[in-house]
């Protein structure tokens, strides 16, 4: 038998409990709705979609697939937040590709899109992971995180009020090679785009340091860190730059896996930044990958599968919950969220 093949079934005993709906009324601050990540819902009609967040018992959901120009904005603000404005928050986004034709007048003409996309709605802004991979100045150079030149962009955000959700490097073994030794090989064989191994590619610390310095340098701007500040494989990392950054947050979105395979650091992380923490799926709008978390974050259940997908995608390990408190979950999901994203 190839160890591909192996599919070993735990004969632990343990306890399963099924947390239909979270322990107090959710708001997503990290997920989808466009085609790409989100199921296309901007497709389909509304009252489907209102019917499964109700049934996770999510109250709040932020759309990050705004996208960078104004037109699925626009698209996406008038399905989802139109009709149902209680329920939605739409984000927008920098269209890099606009710097080839603007030279330096870009960072000047981006910040204020900022300022129209807020006019039409838009309630923050999202950077997505191509900002430290692939995006390059009107001279071709790749563009470092903490790239002064960009700083009218993030001072014109924290002056709006719209936080900045941002997403940089990806998990630590995507900049590793590709080799025996790669926890994440498996994945990467199904995805290969996602392989980001240095060199070419900056090295992951490269990436994270101009985060960290992007994020002093901005003390006015709130920003959240994707995926548990896009570290959450070093968590006294995380809460280092939580510690000095007053401004700085960190959503758990996509990030089960990682936490629930180091439950006693990630419990004391969740006990010690209770006011930095936000819930969030990244995973569309389905009561099945809510109710992971929903488990992961209120159960003491144990070695238990941190996806629906038989094989879990980020690697073949399983999850110990964190069974939380009340005062801690009752501000991861919903305290925090209303106090930093405005509407
Ligand atoms: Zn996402």
């Not at 606009?98 to 204020?112: D, S, T, V």
Request: net charge negative; with cysteine; glycine share 8%.
């Amino acid at each position: 038998m190839l160890l591909e093949n192996f599919r070993p079934q735990s004969k632990l005993v343990t306890k399963t409990t099924l947390v239909e709906k979270p322990r107090f009324p959710a708001i997503d601050a990290h997920n989808h709705l466009g085609e790409a990540f989100g199921g296309g819902w901007d497709q389909k009609p509304l009252p489907q979609l209102l019917d499964l967040l109700d049934q996770a018992g999510i109250t709040r959901y932020v759309d990050l697939d705004g996208g960078w120009g104004e037109e699925i904005l626009n698209a996406h603000l008038d399905h989802f937040k139109a009709p149902a404005p209680e329920r939605f928050l739409v984000f927008g986004g920098v269209d890099w590709s606009q710097w080839a034709e603007r030279g330096e007048a870009f960072p000047e003409w981006a910040a204020g899109r900022l300022r129209v996309q807020k006019a039409r709605g838009a309630e923050g802004l999202k950077i997505w992971k191509s900002f430290g991979l692939h995006v390059k100045d009107h001279k071709e150079s790749l563009v470092d995180v903490d790239d002064p030149r960009l700083a009218p962009i993030w001072e014109t955000a924290g002056e709006l009020g719209l936080p900045v959700v941002i997403h940089v490097a990806d998990p630590v073994a995507f900049f590793d090679p590709i080799d025996e030794t790669n926890e994440r090989w498996e994945e990467l064989g199904n995805h290969p785009d996602w392989a980001f191994t240095s060199p070419p590619f900056p090295p992951f610390m490269h990436i994270m340091d101009g985060l960290a310095s992007l994020v002093t340098r901005h003390p006015n701007t709130t920003f959240i860190g994707a995926h548990v500040g896009c570290y959450a494989e070093n968590l006294a990392w995380v809460g280092a730059l939580l510690e000095r950054c007053p401004n700085f947050h960190v959503d758990i979105s996509a990030r089960i896996g990682e936490l629930g395979r180091q439950p006693y650091t990630a419990r004391c992380f969740f006990l010690q930044y209770a006011d930095r923490i936000l819930f969030g799926s990244d995973m569309g709008p389905y009561p099945e990958a809510y109710r992971v978390i929903y488990r992961f974050l209120e159960t003491e259940d144990e070695y238990f599968n941190y996806n629906a997908a038989p094989i879990p995608m980020q690697g073949r390990w399983h999850v110990h919950g964190l069974y939380l408190p009340d005062e801690v979950l009752e501000k991861i999901y919903f305290r925090n969220a209303q106090r930093i994203l405005q509407d």
